[in-house]
Structures are given as C-alpha cells and as structure tokens.
C-alpha cells in the first residue's frame, strides 16, 4: 500500500496498546521470567515426598485434603505491594482485550482472573505434594459432578504455580485469561512466539479433571512429542499423565495414551482412531445403528478392544491450518484385509451348517422377553467341541459363541418365503429379499442388521454378503465437529472468525501480547514483472543482511524459492532454503533462523509452529526481516509469515513484494483483467506501488470464492450424511466410493 507508508503495525496485528501494555509488561517481566536462581528461591519448598518419575494417574487412594475456598492471600507488606501491582495488571489485561469489542464475558473473566492471581500467594507457599493433593480434590469435586468452571480459578492458579515449580514459566495474566476463553470454547488468536503451548496447560488440566480425557491436536507428530514432552513436568507435579500419539504406534501403545488424562497427538491420529475404533464396534455389533441396514454387522473381533475412550475435548492447535485449511481433508482408512473376510464367510458357514444341532434347553435358552438367544454351559461346550477349521479356530471363542446363538436364531425364526425370499439379484446372484411383514411386499433393498442378514445367506447357502472393500472415512471438520467441547489456538484466526463461527460455533479471541509488538511493518513494493520484482528483493536481502540481521523470504512454491537461492549464490549469499519434508530437520533448521545475519528461504508451510528464537545481539541491531514474495490466497497465511518476526515484543520488521504478474491478480479479479495487468506490467518501467490495494482486493476475492466453495462442500456433506443416516447406513464405514 504506496498510500500508507505505515511504520505501526497492520490494522488486523493486535492492538499494540503501547503504553498499558508496557505497564503490564514491565511489571510483569518481574514475575514471570524467574531465573534459575529464582526458580528454586526459598519461599517454593521443595516437594517433600519422592515424585514418581514418570507420568502417572492420580491414585484414588490418596489422601484428600479439605478443598477449602481459595484463601485470600495473606497481607505482608510485600506481598500486597505486589498484590496491588497484579490487581492493576488485571484491570490492564482486561482493558487490552477489551480494545477488540466489548464483550460480556468480560466480567466473567476479570473476576476469574482475580480469582487466580488471589490464589497465587496461598499456593506460592504450599509443597510440591499439597499442590497434588489439591489437585486431586479437584478431581474429585469435578467427578462428582460440580461444574468445572467452578472450579477454574483454583485449577488455573494450581497450573500456574505447577508451571512456575516445573518449567520455570509463569502464566502471565494475557495467558490466564486466553486459557478461561480456549475453556469456554473460543478459537485464541495469539501471536506467534507468545506461548501457545503453555497457555494450553490451562483448559487441558481442568477438562482432564473430568476423568473423560482431554485431547490437543497438532499438525504432525513431531510437534505433539515436542509439547508433551515439555509441559509433562507440570501436569506431573498436579498429578496427571499425559500421553503422546505417534503415527507408529501399535493398538495397545494407543490404548494406552488415550488412557492418560491428556493426550497430545494429530488431528489425523485422532481420526484413523476414530475409524479403527469405528470399524471394530461395527465388527463386533456393538455400533448402535439407527434403522435396519447395517450391511457389515457380524464380523468377528478376535478379541480387540478399541483404542479411544470418548470424545470429550479437544484443544487444536494451529486451529485454522487443520480446521479450515484441512477440513475437508478426508481421513480413510482401507478395506478389510482379504483373511479377515474370508474368516468373517467361514465362521458364518461354520455356525449355520452346526446349528440344527443345538437342543433347546439343554445347548440353550430364549429369553421369554427379549427373545434373546443363549448358550447353556453344555452349549458353549459344544462350539468349543465341534471341528473347525484352521482360519474358524483363529476366531476369537467369544465371537464363536455369538455366531453359535445368531445361527441357532436364524434356524428357528426366519423362514423362507415368510420373513424372506430368495431371488436372482444383480449379476445373476442370488440374493436375500426381506418381506415386508406389514405389507406383506418385498423390501427392496432392506437388510437385516447385526449380522442376521448373513447368517440367513449361511443358511440359505448362497454368497454371504460381507463388504469386500469397506472403507472408513471422516473429513477432519466432522471429526472435531464430534467432539462437545472444542477450543483452537493459532497466530492467524482472526479473518477467519466468520467462518470458524459458522462451520465450528467457536468464537475467535484476539489475545494481546504479553509485551508491546515493536514489529515494524514497511511499505509495500510494487512491479511490473517477478523478474524486476526479484531483483529488488534481492537488493534488499543484501542490504539487511550486511547489517547483521537475520532475514526470513517467504514464497509460495518451490519453483520460485530456487529462483531466489540461485539469485541469492550468484551473489555470494549464503542462506538455507527450506522446501523439505521432513519436519524434524525443518524444524531445526527454522528455529536457528534467528542466528546471527542467517538468510532463509522457505515456502509457505516451512517449520509452522516452531519457535525463531534470536541469537543474542541480533535484537539491538534490528531483528528479525521478514520479506513476502507474494501474496497468498488467504491474508492468514501471509500473517503466519509476518508473525515470524518480532515475537514476544523483539524488534523486527516485514515487507509485502508484490507483482503484476502474481497469482492472485488472475485469481481475484479473473483471467480477462489479470492478463491485462501483466501486460500492462511488462510495459511498465520502475515501481507501481499505487496499485498495491489492487492486490488486497484481489486476495479478498479469492478469500470469498474458497469460503463459499467450502460452505456448498459443507452443504453437500450434510445432505449425504443425512440421506445415508435415513436409509440406516453409517456416513463414516458406508461411504459411497
Ligand atoms: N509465561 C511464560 N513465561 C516465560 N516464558 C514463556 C511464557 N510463555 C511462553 N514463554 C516462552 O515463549 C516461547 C514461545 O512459546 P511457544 O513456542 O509456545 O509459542 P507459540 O505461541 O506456540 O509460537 P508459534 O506460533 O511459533 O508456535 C517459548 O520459548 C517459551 O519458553
């Protein structure tokens, strides 16, 4: 934007509300920085019991002491210097957030906040093992069914010291009152590098408490290790596990870290569990379907359990790359294994060619009420007796039982040309049709639920209508749509807010930084061409880099990032180029981008949700230079990058490049003009930053069109969905191909 030649901060950054914010911050930076001299400071007994040193539930043995209400905290002189001190934080933390629109819950949370800087003393003085005890009342109260936001400032103020003690980080006030937002189902827009992971300690702990499991979805497996790892200390001291999900990990390892209190994994993880454990409840006929139709019902379970244990909370970080970038991203699982079928069709036969055989009374009995079938001792003794085969034997006895009772069943009660007939179906095989009993006309297309309809096939001798290629597929919208309790993190939601409302009922929050952003931004830069646009953005690269500051250029495709290396060697820069996929090493290579005059080239996604820590004396010479090649399809995207400078109040700027031969020109405003425009570029000498809010515009356009695209897939979703529940289909196992 030529017209704006702006040093302040872009309209949609955070208010930087300098001078509160520098209040808030100095005051602060006191408390919330200890050293590790201060970590350990006398008044923090250190735990007078031996911590386990793994993680580990809390015992329900242990004893429970008197949950007293939060005691006002004692008035030494100090100490309420300090008080007072932090009860005008608040009042500045709130007046921070307030900036972005009044909101009710305002109030809410200022007394919340109160709350839990009023515990801070009482606890400040209490041992490691009170602090557990604590915790564990806590536990108690909210099993036994008192309202959790009840009890969040006692809980939050417990995370708080566990922080303090664990990971020397003390939640600072913006942080308290992102956590009491992302508990009340917000989307919290912070800043990059404003401490996303540990604000999440917060709603994670206090949803854990529940006993039901309390989830945070990362974008990839490394990230979910990264921040168990880290945050474990805390939740240990409190007395909570926690649990990490890894794309290897095997059935009993995931059972297992769905069983901590809180587990850490992917979106994607989530969903194949979802899945599996979808597709082994159907195989065990313990999926509740809603009508007659459940086609796979019947399969064996060879004694499996299933993984998750509910869907209570989930907290997702980097919220708008998985909930709207990724939301129609569809997770499936493949068909069933070729043995598993072929034992699923023997067991069928194996158990209607025996069931004649069984003698009422004495092999089993029928409930008079609810007509159920079952094995008398000497019945069950007679599946265990009769001869199988080797793949019937691998069958789970259990299963052996209920495919005995459903034949035995099937025998007696269903007769052909009464319930059913049978009949040439498509390509000539023949098929069971149910008779309607009402109407005495036959179902098309009906089946038979909990693997009855097979087991009449068995007896009927004709092929058994087990899927051959069922697959299972959820998109990552209707995944976290399943969850009652949803909460999202990220750098960049805040134009996205209409959309994560409408889609996910999950209000955006823009939490204020900590410290006042002292990022600048530089005005745009116009071209006619990506050639003299390139140019320029190498003379710029050189410039900044001579003066010691790291320089972070951000492109949209790998293509064009390897045209600036190459541009970039031809005059002896050295710089690292950041396109690969293996996110560990990106990671790394990211995080050290804050070195001293470090020149590093990435496209979009490169290192996402890793910290750029400066080098020291990188801040005094300027920070961080961020520069963008282009401008992406969503405004979001661009933020991420931008949001990669000037983190946690460091000095730092970006610039915008931008060319008449972009992308988004063509994309935004069509074909027809952009063509005009490139044109028009390619004739153009010199800069044309006038035309910048073309770009903007442009961008908005383009915003729109994939916002309406994804409400129309939306849509259609739904109307699938809902057509597939009314003919008794599952929309997640009986998905059309
Ligand atoms: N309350 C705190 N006290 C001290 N240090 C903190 C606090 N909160 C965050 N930090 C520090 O801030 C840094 C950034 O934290 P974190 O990586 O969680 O940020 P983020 O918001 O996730 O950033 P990104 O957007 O890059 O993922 C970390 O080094 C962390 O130690």
Redesign the pocket.
Not at 323 to 350: F, K, M
Not at 439 to 461: P, S
Not at 605 to 619: F, N
């Given at each position: 934007m030529a017209t704006e030649p702006t040093n302040s901060e872009t309209q949609s950054d955070p208010p930087a509300g300098s001078a509160n914010a520098g209040q808030l911050a100095a005051s602060d930076t006191a408390v919330?920085?200890p050293t590790a001299g201060n970590v350990m400071s006398p008044d923090q007994s250190p735990s007078s019991g031996p911590m386990s040193s793994g993680p580990n539930m809390i015992a329900a043995d242990e004893s429970v002491p008197d949950p007293t209400a939060p005691n006002p905290p004692s008035s030494g002189g100090s100490d309420s210097e300090a008080n007072k001190r932090r009860a005008n934080d608040t009042g500045r933390t709130l007046s921070m957030f307030s900036r972005q629109g009044f909101r009710p819950a305002m109030f809410r949370w200022k007394r919340q906040l109160e709350q839990v800087n009023a515990l801070e003393p009482v606890l400040k003085n209490e041992d490691d093992a009170t602090l557990k005890k604590r915790s564990l009342a806590l536990r108690y109260q909210a099993m036994a069914g008192e309202k959790l936001s009840s009890l969040l400032p006692e809980g939050y103020a417990l995370v708080r010291e566990a922080?303090r003690r664990a990971l020397?980080?003390?939640?600072?006030d913006v942080?308290v009152i992102g956590g009491i937002a992302l508990f009340e189902g917000y989307i919290a827009e912070?800043?990059?590098?404003?401490?996303?992971?540990?604000t999440a300690t917060l709603p994670l702990y206090l949803h854990s408490l529940l006993g039901k499991g309390a989830h945070l979805a990362t974008v990839n497996d490394y990230l979910a290790k990264r921040d168990a790892e880290w945050m474990e200390p805390l939740f240990r001291l409190l007395g909570v596990s926690v649990g990490i999900i890894q794309t290897p990990d095997d059935q009993p390892a995931r059972r297992k870290s769905y069983g901590a209190a809180i587990t850490y994994g992917t979106a994607k993880e989530f969903g194949f569990d979802f899945l599996r454990d979808r597709l082994l409840l159907r195989a065990q006929n313990r999926l509740q379907t809603e009508m007659l139709g459940d086609g796979g019902a019947g399969f064996g379970s060879s004694g499996d359990e299933i993984v998750m244990r509910g869907m209570h909370f989930c907290l997702v970080d980097e919220a708008d790359s998985i909930l709207i970038d990724e939301a129609r991203t569809p997770l499936i699982i493949g068909s069933i294994e070729d043995t598993v079928r072929d034992q699923i069709v023997e067991t069928y036969h194996w158990a209607s060619d025996h069931a004649p055989g069984y003698e009422i009374e004495e092999h089993f009995t029928i409930d008079p009420e609810t007509k159920q079938y079952e094995l008398t001792s000497r019945g069950r003794q007679r599946v265990r007796a009769l001869p199988k085969s080797d793949l019937v034997r691998t069958m789970g006895l259990v299963d052996l039982y209920e495919y005995a009772e459903r034949a035995i069943k099937v025998h007696r009660e269903f007769l052909l040309d009464r319930q059913y007939v049978v009949r040439p179906g498509d390509k000539g095989i023949d098929e069971i049709v149910i008779v309607d009993e009402f109407t005495g006309r036959l179902a098309e297309g009906r089946k038979w639920r909990d693997g009855i309809h097979q087991a009449i096939e068995a007896k009927e001798k004709i092929e058994i209508s087990v899927p051959t290629g069922q697959a299972a597929r959820i998109t990552v919208q209707d995944l976290f749509l399943r969850y009652p309790n949803l909460a999202g993190m990220t750098?960049t939601a805040a134009t996205s807010a209409r959309e994560l409302r409408r889609i996910y009922r999950t209000p955006v929050l823009r939490v204020p930084t900590n410290k006042p952003p002292k990022r600048k931004r530089l005005p745009d830069r116009v071209f006619g061409t990506m050639e003299r646009k390139f140019a320029a953005i190498v003379a710029e690269i050189a410039e900044v880099h001579a003066e010691g500051r790291p320089i972070l250029i951000g492109t949209r495709s790998i293509d064009k990032s390897e045209i600036l290396s190459k541009m970039l060697n031809e005059l002896g820069i050295e710089h690292q180029v950041l396109n690969a996929n293996n996110v560990e090493q990106e990671a790394e290579i990211v995080a050290a981008a804050g070195g001293h005059a470090k020149v590093t080239v990435a496209t979009n996604m490169a290192g996402r949700?890793?910290?750029?820590?400066l080098s020291d004396g990188v801040e005094t010479v300027g920070g961080m230079h961020v520069i963008c090649t282009e401008l992406h399809d969503a405004a979001r995207i661009d933020r991420q990058l931008i949001?990669r400078c000037g983190?946690?109040g460091d000095r730092g700027s970006y610039r915008q490049y931008l060319s008449l031969d972009d992308d988004i020109l063509k994309s935004g405003l069509g074909m027809k003009r952009g063509d005009k425009l490139k044109e028009q570029g390619e004739l153009m000498g010199g800069s044309a930053d006038r035309l910048a809010k073309l770009f903007r515009k442009a961008q908005r356009k383009v915003e729109r069109k994939h916002f309406r695209d994804r409400m129309v897939l939306m849509h259609h979703e739904k109307e699938r969905k809902k057509m597939q529940r009314e003919i008794g289909q599952d929309p997640y196992l009986d998905t059309p191909d």
């Amino acid at each position: 934007m030529a017209t704006e030649p702006t040093n302040s901060e872009t309209q949609s950054d955070p208010p930087a509300g300098s001078a509160n914010a520098g209040q808030l911050a100095a005051s602060d930076t006191a408390v919330d920085h200890p050293t590790a001299g201060n970590v350990m400071s006398p008044d923090q007994s250190p735990s007078s019991g031996p911590m386990s040193s793994g993680p580990n539930m809390i015992a329900a043995d242990e004893s429970v002491p008197d949950p007293t209400a939060p005691n006002p905290p004692s008035s030494g002189g100090s100490d309420s210097e300090a008080n007072k001190r932090r009860a005008n934080d608040t009042g500045r933390t709130l007046s921070m957030f307030s900036r972005q629109g009044f909101r009710p819950a305002m109030f809410r949370w200022k007394r919340q906040l109160e709350q839990v800087n009023a515990l801070e003393p009482v606890l400040k003085n209490e041992d490691d093992a009170t602090l557990k005890k604590r915790s564990l009342a806590l536990r108690y109260q909210a099993m036994a069914g008192e309202k959790l936001s009840s009890l969040l400032p006692e809980g939050y103020a417990l995370v708080r010291e566990a922080g303090r003690r664990a990971l020397s980080m003390r939640h600072y006030d913006v942080q308290v009152i992102g956590g009491i937002a992302l508990f009340e189902g917000y989307i919290a827009e912070m800043q990059t590098g404003e401490g996303k992971t540990l604000t999440a300690t917060l709603p994670l702990y206090l949803h854990s408490l529940l006993g039901k499991g309390a989830h945070l979805a990362t974008v990839n497996d490394y990230l979910a290790k990264r921040d168990a790892e880290w945050m474990e200390p805390l939740f240990r001291l409190l007395g909570v596990s926690v649990g990490i999900i890894q794309t290897p990990d095997d059935q009993p390892a995931r059972r297992k870290s769905y069983g901590a209190a809180i587990t850490y994994g992917t979106a994607k993880e989530f969903g194949f569990d979802f899945l599996r454990d979808r597709l082994l409840l159907r195989a065990q006929n313990r999926l509740q379907t809603e009508m007659l139709g459940d086609g796979g019902a019947g399969f064996g379970s060879s004694g499996d359990e299933i993984v998750m244990r509910g869907m209570h909370f989930c907290l997702v970080d980097e919220a708008d790359s998985i909930l709207i970038d990724e939301a129609r991203t569809p997770l499936i699982i493949g068909s069933i294994e070729d043995t598993v079928r072929d034992q699923i069709v023997e067991t069928y036969h194996w158990a209607s060619d025996h069931a004649p055989g069984y003698e009422i009374e004495e092999h089993f009995t029928i409930d008079p009420e609810t007509k159920q079938y079952e094995l008398t001792s000497r019945g069950r003794q007679r599946v265990r007796a009769l001869p199988k085969s080797d793949l019937v034997r691998t069958m789970g006895l259990v299963d052996l039982y209920e495919y005995a009772e459903r034949a035995i069943k099937v025998h007696r009660e269903f007769l052909l040309d009464r319930q059913y007939v049978v009949r040439p179906g498509d390509k000539g095989i023949d098929e069971i049709v149910i008779v309607d009993e009402f109407t005495g006309r036959l179902a098309e297309g009906r089946k038979w639920r909990d693997g009855i309809h097979q087991a009449i096939e068995a007896k009927e001798k004709i092929e058994i209508s087990v899927p051959t290629g069922q697959a299972a597929r959820i998109t990552v919208q209707d995944l976290f749509l399943r969850y009652p309790n949803l909460a999202g993190m990220t750098g960049t939601a805040a134009t996205s807010a209409r959309e994560l409302r409408r889609i996910y009922r999950t209000p955006v929050l823009r939490v204020p930084t900590n410290k006042p952003p002292k990022r600048k931004r530089l005005p745009d830069r116009v071209f006619g061409t990506m050639e003299r646009k390139f140019a320029a953005i190498v003379a710029e690269i050189a410039e900044v880099h001579a003066e010691g500051r790291p320089i972070l250029i951000g492109t949209r495709s790998i293509d064009k990032s390897e045209i600036l290396s190459k541009m970039l060697n031809e005059l002896g820069i050295e710089h690292q180029v950041l396109n690969a996929n293996n996110v560990e090493q990106e990671a790394e290579i990211v995080a050290a981008a804050g070195g001293h005059a470090k020149v590093t080239v990435a496209t979009n996604m490169a290192g996402r949700g890793t910290d750029i820590k400066l080098s020291d004396g990188v801040e005094t010479v300027g920070g961080m230079h961020v520069i963008c090649t282009e401008l992406h399809d969503a405004a979001r995207i661009d933020r991420q990058l931008i949001g990669r400078c000037g983190r946690q109040g460091d000095r730092g700027s970006y610039r915008q490049y931008l060319s008449l031969d972009d992308d988004i020109l063509k994309s935004g405003l069509g074909m027809k003009r952009g063509d005009k425009l490139k044109e028009q570029g390619e004739l153009m000498g010199g800069s044309a930053d006038r035309l910048a809010k073309l770009f903007r515009k442009a961008q908005r356009k383009v915003e729109r069109k994939h916002f309406r695209d994804r409400m129309v897939l939306m849509h259609h979703e739904k109307e699938r969905k809902k057509m597939q529940r009314e003919i008794g289909q599952d929309p997640y196992l009986d998905t059309p191909d």
